[in-house]
């Protein structure tokens, strides 16, 4: 069974940067696709960052050059490296995993691709 454990969340100043990190268990993040997604209460959930089993990266384009998404083969995490923290990045941050034969998955800024869900870590930006 996968087990996905989200960590690094909390408060930073806008400007500022915070490291995610998704132990996974049951699973080898090196074999599978992997995405962080983003959720704000009455708002449907975002896809932020993911990466394939093979390469593949896509970010969505409100993060693009400030976060970085990798995976730590040592550790068996997925991580996401958050700089130039903004306002509107305050949010619940999931990590989400899934098999993907081909190395990525069609539509994989889709959450409904994602079987496997870790319980979100909160990530808060104040001015």
């Known amino acids: 069974q996968v087990q996905l454990v989200e960590s690094g969340g909390g408060s930073v100043q806008a400007g500022g940067s915070l490291r995610l990190s998704c132990a996974a268990s049951?699973?080898?993040?090196?074999?599978?696709?992997m995405g962080w997604f983003r959720q704000v209460p009455g708002k449907e959930r975002e896809g932020v960052a993911v990466?394939?089993?093979?390469?593949?990266?896509s970010y969505v384009d409100s993060v693009k050059g400030r976060f970085t998404i990798s995976k730590d083969h040592a550790k068996n995490t997925l991580d996401l490296a958050m700089n130039s923290l903004k306002l509107e990045d305050t949010a619940m941050y999931y990590c989400?995993?899934?098999?993907?034969?081909?190395?990525?998955?069609?539509?994989?800024?889709?959450?409904?691709?994602?079987?496997?869900w870790g319980q979100g870590t909160q990530v808060t930006v104040s001015s």
């Open positions: 989400a995993a899934a098999t993907c034969v081909l190395g990525s998955l069609p539509s994989a800024m889709n959450g409904t691709k994602y079987r496997y």
């Open positions: 990466i394939g089993s093979r390469g593949f990266l």
């Open positions: 049951g699973a080898t993040v090196s074999r599978v696709c």
